[in-house]
């Protein structure tokens, strides 16, 4: 609930800032006021679509809107700065320069809402948790996406016929204001100038272009390498679970001590609001026995305490020792529901036929020393051991079958003395009662109780146990647990500090893989499960994205190639994306790889704009070299504004705190440093490539005689 909370401040602050860039490049309310609408719009269309798809409003959808402010702006900003060009440039009213304005970027707004599009689409078949995560994110941006087209081709052509005023050439008295904003068009007209005087020397050297690529490329290998893995991120929950295990054989009042003696500790540590505390159950491995126990600590409202989880429990592991017995601090699941704990779990499994719990037990803790010698581990705890004192009862099925004793009836009888047992219930003065069997307290004492007590045999005569009967001290394990059919030992864990959960499973596997002998395996489960299943998912997923972008763009331009000019242009914004998440010391989890995939979409449409423009500049005669830069200089502040309006929209995001902070800047981190990067070298990069990819298919068509005028800009 705190983490929707701050999301939602998110969302409103994400909304200022959008429209206060907005209102810097366009320089009047008026211009502002139209693509500002676009968003309230297409959000609350958003959740009539989130409705008819089954979605609620929670984090990841939330996640989503926030991004889409910085979104569904970006067509309507093209539509208006356009409209704002044809007026000045023909001195012509708003209600004609909409109309022309239409009749030429109708297709490159249907292109870049397909491309954008496009990436969400494969995202909301998968399956799994993970697929949990992309869909809802999918469904709330792609249907955000689509509607502010739907707004952009609609509502902000007849806002602008309607709000807009033809530009005044004569003398007019000028505000500081205006002053400021004709300061800054003088400056950003001379930039764009000196912008198209780079494309002029660069675009026709394709050894430029294609060295800048490479050297981007390079630089995205060698920061993924560096960059560490993640899954899901465990967020500060304000909640902190204590397992305790006392030495085999404790008693219960023993435990209870040891809780208790926490619980004092753990009081008294500044930022806990309560502890409570219990014995005979841990909550971790849900391991039962007297020697087992669990404090839960709440932690007061983030805005109250100074401490994140983390910093509280290394403060609790200083403060518990020497309490004289094994207590370790986790965290819950990322992921309600997905395991009893975050960091990792997992089972040693006995794949033998038969089971030496001794033996078991020995290669148990080998393995646990083997873990713990890894730098990538720490907090590892298990409740399965053998040493714990029992007492077998070893029957002579001689001596019984002599005596006519059943040993089933045998065995009943003395579960029900020592054990009880509910026999039925009956009504007296008003009120139920039960009633329960068992052997009064006297009677069952002391182990060597059991051979005094008495089972009838077949003659209905009482036959002592000890008749048949004697009990011998052995150690064995304490509960048995079966995982998959085979006995296993629950194990938990928590990645160390630098490290991540990735990093702790692959550290896992080569220690399984390294030491564990014949016939043992380990099995994952909870998110850990998940993580280990998914391996290079995301690699395929983004493979699949880019396979769906392409299909759309060949299908806009009727090419195989010049698409190519935009998917080329990928790996700046990818390096970005990492160095940024690298700096802010983030790992490249399942937010950063939605960031990720968001921005093929972003930085497609980046690029769509300007090898569209291009393209009909290159159809109506121009040459590619001509169409490449006045593509990029006509595009260039509708780019810059769209951009700049969704980076300012990740500001929030980025500088999160308290509630759900990790996984706020981890995906505002990952899109604004791919967004910076993508925008700042991209409209360098990819007029290049567009003259390299068309220059390869220039003078070639697939259909001769092809008619290929799109109908968007027949007139």
């Known amino acids: 609930d705190a983490s929707i909370e701050k999301v939602i401040h998110t969302l409103g602050e994400a909304f200022v800032l959008v429209a206060i860039v907005v209102f810097v490049f366009l320089g009047d309310w008026r211009s502002t006021l139209i693509p500002t609408l ?11 679509c989130m409705q008819m798809f089954g ?20 067509d309507a900003i093209v539509v208006v700065e356009a409209v704002h060009e ?65 707004v952009a081709l609609t509502l902000t052509p007849v ?26 068009n003088r400056v950003f007209d001379r930039f764009t100038g000196r912008y198209a005087g780079l494309l002029q020397k660069i675009v026709s050297k394709r050894m430029i272009t294609v060295t800048i690529l490479v050297g981007f490329c390079a630089g995205v290998y060698f920061v993924n390498n560096s960059l560490p893995a993640g899954f899901i991120p465990g967020e500060d929950q304000g909640t902190i679970y204590a397992i305790i295990q006392t030495p085999p054989g404790s008693t219960l009042e023993r435990t209870n001590q040891v809780a208790q003696q926490l619980q004092k500790i753990a009081e008294e540590v500044d930022g806990v609001e309560s502890v409570s505390s219990l014995a005979g159950y841990e909550i971790m491995t849900e391991g039962r026995g007297s020697n087992a126990g669990t404090c839960l600590i709440n932690l007061k409202n983030w805005s109250e305490r100074e401490h994140s989880v983390k910093e509280i429990m290394e403060e609790l592991e200083e403060e518990s020792k020497g309490l004289g017995a094994i207590i370790e601090f986790f ?35 080998k393995f646990l020393d083997d873990l713990g010698k890894r730098p990538e581990l720490t907090g590892l705890f298990t409740f399965f051991a053998a040493n714990y004192p029992q007492y077998e009862l070893v029957i002579d099925n001689k001596a019984a079958m002599q005596k006519g004793v059943s040993i089933g009836k045998a065995m009943e009888n003395l579960n029900i003395l020592i054990g009880s047992t509910y026999e039925q219930g009956f009504i007296r003065f008003g009120r139920f009662f039960k009633v329960y069997v068992q052997s009064a307290p006297e009677f069952r004492r002391l182990p060597s109780d059991v051979l005094n007590l008495f089972v009838k045999n077949e003659d209905g005569e009482m036959v002592p146990y000890s008749a048949f009967m004697k009990i011998e001290k052995k150690q064995g394990p304490n509960e048995v647990t079966r995982f998959n059919m085979y006995n296993s ?20 596997r080569e220690v399984a893989a390294q030491t564990l002998p014949k016939g043992y395996d380990i099995a994952w489960e909870g998110l850990s499960y998940d993580e280990a299943q998914s391996g290079n998912q995301s690699i395929y997923i983004f493979v699949i994205v880019l396979v769906f972008v392409y299909l759309v763009l060949a299908a806009q331009y009727e090419s195989f190639v010049i698409p190519l000019a935009v998917l080329t242009s990928l790996p700046i914004g990818v390096f970005g994306s990492f160095l940024l998440l690298k700096m802010m010391g983030l790992d490249n989890d399942i937010y950063a790889q939605i960031g990720l995939i968001m921005l093929v979409g972003l930085l497609g449409k ?77 409209v360098i990069v990819i007029p290049g490539l567009y003259y390299i990819f068309a220059k390869m298919v220039e003078g070639r068509k697939l259909i001769r005689d092809e008619h290929d005028r799109p109908l968007t800009e027949e007139k």
Do not use: W
């Open 331 to 365: 965290e819950p699941p990322a992921v309600p529901g997905f395991g009893s704990s975050g960091g990792f779990s997992l089972r040693l499994l006995d794949k033998n036929t038969s089971t030496d719990y001794a033996e078991f037990d020995k290669t148990n803790q």
């Open 159 to 184: 806002l602008c016929a309607m709000i807009l005023k033809k530009p005044e050439h004569g003398k007019k008295k000028k505000s500081p204001l205006t002053k400021a904003f004709d300061g800054f």
């Open 606 to 682: 980046n690029a769509v704009l300007i090898v569209e423009f291009a393209v009909q500049r290159h159809r109506q005669g121009a040459t590619i070299f001509e169409a490449a830069i006045e593509g990029a200089k006509v595009r260039f502040r509708p780019i810059l504004m769209t951009s700049f309006a969704f980076i300012a929209g990740l500001i929030p995001l980025v500088r999160a705190t308290g509630a759900g902070a990790i996984g706020n800047k981890t995906i505002g981190a990952s899109a604004m440093g791919g967004m910076l990067f993508g925008t700042i070298f991209g």
């Open 489 to 508: 030992a629950a194990i938990r864990g928590l990645p160390a500090k630098g490290y991540t959960t990735a990093q702790a499973v692959a550290a896992i």
């Open 55 to 74: 979605l609620s409003i929670n984090l990841i959808t939330l996640f989503a809107l926030v991004l889409a402010i910085g979104i569904v702006v970006d």
């Open 86 to 150: 044809k007026m000045h440039a023909k001195n012509i009213g708003p209600y004609k320069a909409t109309q022309q304005v239409l009749h030429e970027i109708s297709g490159a707004i249907i292109a870049i809402t397909m491309v954008m599009t496009a990436v969400f689409v494969p995202l909301i078949f998968m399956t799994g948790p993970v697929g949990v995560f992309y869909r809802q994110f999918s469904i709330t941006m792609a249907s955000s996406i689509v509607l502010s087209c739907i």
């Open 38 to 48: 676009a968003v309230p719009v297409s959000l609350v269309g958003a959740f009539f």
